[in-house]
């Protein structure tokens, strides 16, 4: 059974940091593309971020861009997303997916979810 636990949100003030981390479980973590997604009260669920299988390589939405940063560690199967220069607008909760097809930034691509951490930014 595939599991992806998030964890790592709370409530941050506008200009700080939080790392949100998502542990995965069930699944051969090295051959999945991994992706952070974010969705925000009465907002579609939007893509934040991926980080490929294999090399890593990593692409970013545009709102998160020099902000955002995505890393994985293969031997620890997990992922993490280090957020800086919170903004209010950032404020969602966030969700860690994986897919075992080429990397997308579409969300039905995905195959696995976790059940999502809050972030809340004050201004």
């Known amino acids: 059974q595939v599991q992806l636990v998030e964890s790592g949100g709370g409530l941050v003030q506008a200009g700080g940091s939080l790392r949100l981390s998502c542990a995965a479980s069930?699944?051969?973590?090295?051959?999945?593309?991994m992706g952070w997604f974010r969705q925000a009260p009465g907002k579609e669920r939007e893509f934040v971020a991926f980080t490929t299988w294999g090399l890593g390589n990593t692409y970013y939405a545009d709102s998160v861009k020099a902000r955002f940063t995505i890393s994985r560690d293969n031997a620890k199967r997990a992922v993490y997303l280090q957020m800086n220069s919170l903004k209010p607008e950032d404020t969602a909760v966030y969700y860690c997916a994986a897919t075992g097809g080429k990397a997308t930034v579409k969300r039905d691509e995905y195959n696995y979810w976790g059940q999502g951490t809050q972030v809340t930014v004050s201004s």
């Open positions: 069930g699944l051969a973590f090295s051959a999945y593309t």
